[in-house]
């Protein structure tokens, strides 16, 4: 049984905060596999497992527009930055190759992986659609990195360090996307 979130006190999670954070994740991640479809294209073997994953980030995306719409929360400030960042992170991932593309998958997985954690932590018995939302979702995200690994990503020119800066970013966008 997980802990509750919440007892006198103490502070209560940032419900609002969470689904901001979480629909500007998806959003970013849906850039990212536009950005970087445009440049593998249709074609490529890496293609087709970026395409499937994109797939399943425009579902969770859907989901978190629906839950904001329903909350009444208003999505971050900086989604048109999140748009031109994702996808030129996408593109210039893509470029250098497919495994660049994999290894920065595999990056912002871990991040996402890290951050979904501790959202349920925060949460623990409180809101149990969100909490459950989250773990389909932290799941799902846990698959994509497994599958960028399987795909060449630890193979990437530079893996330690293109992998140590998209994760920085990642941290950094998350913290934005919570307060603006």
Not at 16 to 22: A, C, Q, T
Not at 132 to 153: N, V, Y
Request: net charge negative; hydrophobic share 45%.
């Amino acid at each position: 049984m997980t802990a509750p979130g919440w007892r006198p006190g103490g502070r209560r999670p940032d419900v609002p905060s969470m689904l901001r954070v979480d629909q500007a994740g998806e959003y970013g991640a849906t850039r990212i596999y536009a950005g970087q479809l445009a440049v593998l294209g249709d074609r490529h073997p890496a293609a087709r497992l970026i395409a499937g994953m994109a797939l399943q980030e425009e579902l969770h995306l859907k989901h978190f527009d629906a839950m904001l719409a329903d909350r009444g929360v208003r999505p971050t400030l900086l989604q048109p930055l999140w748009n031109v960042a994702g996808f030129a992170l996408g593109a210039a991932t893509a470029l250098i190759g497919p495994e660049a593309a994999m290894a920065c998958t595999a990056a912002v997985e871990t991040e996402i992986d890290k951050h979904y954690a501790e959202q349920l932590a925060s949460l623990g018995d409180e809101e149990p659609e969100l909490s459950g939302t989250i773990r389909e979702f932290q799941a799902e995200e846990l698959e994509h990195r497994d599958t960028a690994i399987a795909a060449g990503a630890e193979n990437a020119f530079g893996y330690p360090v293109l992998s140590a800066v998209i994760r920085a970013g990642c941290r950094a966008a998350i913290a934005l996307s919570k307060r603006i």
